[in-house]
């Protein structure tokens, strides 16, 4: 069977994306936020968020003023967190800032059952895309532990 020239594979696709800066990044970032509650604490975690990462530098936003002072305090022990948890994920800084937190209800987090009738397809869609999310990373961290 001929290929046609400009379909690509899957695997160039994901190949392309891990060689690109930005998507690395941003893959850091989402297994960072997977287990961000256990690197934070409960506490905090309703507090902050990790929005970005750049050059080594986590930058996290702060729901107030008062936990970004109170975080400048607990940088080193939250960076031995996230090395303790993924220690491929070289974080030389952190920087805490003002900004949106979306942790309230974490995609990577268990949601609670709703009654059938109030399930809409967008919901299983969701829900079928962050379990391949989930499958996905596994399988990044262990080809990267098998290497």
Same mark, same amino acid.
């Given at each position: 069977?001929?290929?046609?020239?400009?379909?690509?594979?899957?695997?160039?696709?994901?190949?392309?994306?891990?060689?690109?800066?930005?998507?690395?990044?941003?893959?850091?970032?989402?297994?960072?936020?997977?287990?961000?509650?256990?690197?934070?604490?409960?506490?905090?975690?309703?507090?902050?968020?990790?929005?970005?990462?750049?050059?080594?530098?986590?930058?996290?936003?702060?729901?107030?003023?008062?936990?970004?002072?109170?975080?400048?305090?607990? /940088?080193?022990?939250? %960076?031995? $967190?996230? +090395?303790?948890?993924?220690?491929?994920?070289?974080? !030389? =800084?952190?920087?805490? /800032?003002?900004?949106? %937190?979306? $942790?309230? +209800?974490?995609?990577?987090?268990?949601?609670?059952? !709703? =009654?059938?009738?109030?399930?809409?397809?967008?919901?299983?869609?969701?829900?079928?895309?962050?379990?391949?999310?989930?499958?996905?990373?596994?399988?990044?961290?262990?080809?990267?532990?098998?290497?």
């Amino acid at each position: 069977m001929r290929r046609d020239s400009k379909i690509t594979e899957i695997q160039d696709l994901v190949k392309i994306a891990f060689n690109n800066t930005y998507y690395r990044s941003s893959l850091k970032v989402l297994l960072i936020k997977r287990k961000w509650i256990d690197i934070i604490g409960k506490k905090l975690f309703f507090h902050t968020s990790p929005e970005k990462m750049y050059n080594g530098i986590l930058y996290v936003n702060c729901s107030h003023q008062g936990w970004i002072q109170t975080l400048q305090f607990y /940088k080193n022990e939250i %960076i031995e $967190n996230i +090395q303790k948890y993924y220690n491929d994920i070289q974080v !030389k =800084e952190i920087i805490f /800032k003002l900004g949106k %937190i979306d $942790n309230q +209800q974490s995609v990577f987090q268990p949601k609670e059952k !709703k =009654e059938e009738k109030n399930i809409t397809k967008t919901d299983e869609t969701k829900e079928g895309l962050y379990k391949s999310l989930n499958i996905f990373f596994d399988l990044c961290r262990n080809r990267k532990t098998n290497t």
